[in-house]
């Protein structure tokens, strides 16, 4: 089974607008963490937004904000008011961490190409 | 913020010969490092962990003897594709693991391998 699921290969989203690119995970562990990356067609990666799984509060960075549900598994990123340069690709990653020190990797998701239509 | 870089940002390479990919976190220590490959339109797929001091640790099938890890120095990564083949062209991506308190990773912008 996958353990990161993004369901949505492309998104469309009007200039201004909010929208919410969706995240599911699979994990047995207890502590995780989860992650979104923003890679631009130049190809680096740019982190956005973590949330942990102990986290009582959604994680926000200034327009992006992380849904997390933990009973559902999913951690949608949500950007409000759009902009041009916000047309990328973004990835969700998670990393499992009950196995201790040595878990540091992440398993990304297929990504969601989002292009924000002026 | 922290900067990893990578070395070449792009690099074309005829079949048979060894390419040398290097990734440096510029302004802090990396005791460990990542080695990424995405393929056109996919996902980041783990290579390998690469440990300061010691040997890499591989994911499973991804050839060690094919691709060289060596991880010499706390703020150097070096990924070898020795006798390259087209198939292997791809984008290869670093990360650094910057503290093991918080786990942040920041990635380098990558080096595109083209295989002729």
């Known amino acids: 089974a996958q353990k990161i699921t993004q369901t949505q290969p492309g998104m469309f989203v009007q200039e201004k607008e909010a929208v919410t690119l969706d995240c599911t995970y699979d994990t047995s562990d207890q502590s995780y963490g989860l992650f979104w990356y923003k890679q631009p067609s130049s190809g680096e990666m740019i982190f956005l937004i973590y949330q942990g799984s102990y986290d009582e509060q959604n994680a926000t960075e200034g327009r992006y904000s992380l849904n997390f549900q933990k009973a559902r598994k999913s951690a949608n990123l949500v950007i409000s008011a759009s902009q041009l340069g916000d047309s990328a690709m973004y990835f969700c990653a998670m990393r499992e961490m009950d196995s201790g020190a040595g878990s540091y990797q992440l398993t990304f998701g297929k990504g969601t190409k989002l292009s924000v239509i002026p | 913020g922290a900067v990893v870089s990578q070395h070449p940002s792009w690099v074309i390479c005829k079949s048979g010969t060894s390419v040398k990919i290097e990734c440096r976190s510029l302004d802090f220590q990396a005791t460990t490092m990542f080695w990424y490959r995405q393929f056109p339109k996919q996902s980041l797929m783990l290579m390998a962990t690469?440990?300061?001091?010691?040997?890499?640790?591989?994911e499973q099938g991804v050839e060690k003897d094919k691709f060289l890890i060596n991880h010499a120095s706390l703020t150097l990564s070096t990924l070898t594709v020795t006798s390259a083949h087209p198939e292997d062209s791809s984008f290869y991506i670093c990360?650094?693991?910057?503290?093991?308190?918080?786990?942040?990773?920041?990635f380098g912008p990558g080096t595109r391998l083209t295989v002729t």
């Open positions: 990360s650094a693991l910057r503290d093991r308190v918080t786990y942040e990773q920041y």
């Open positions: 690469s440990n300061e001091g010691s040997k890499a640790t591989y």
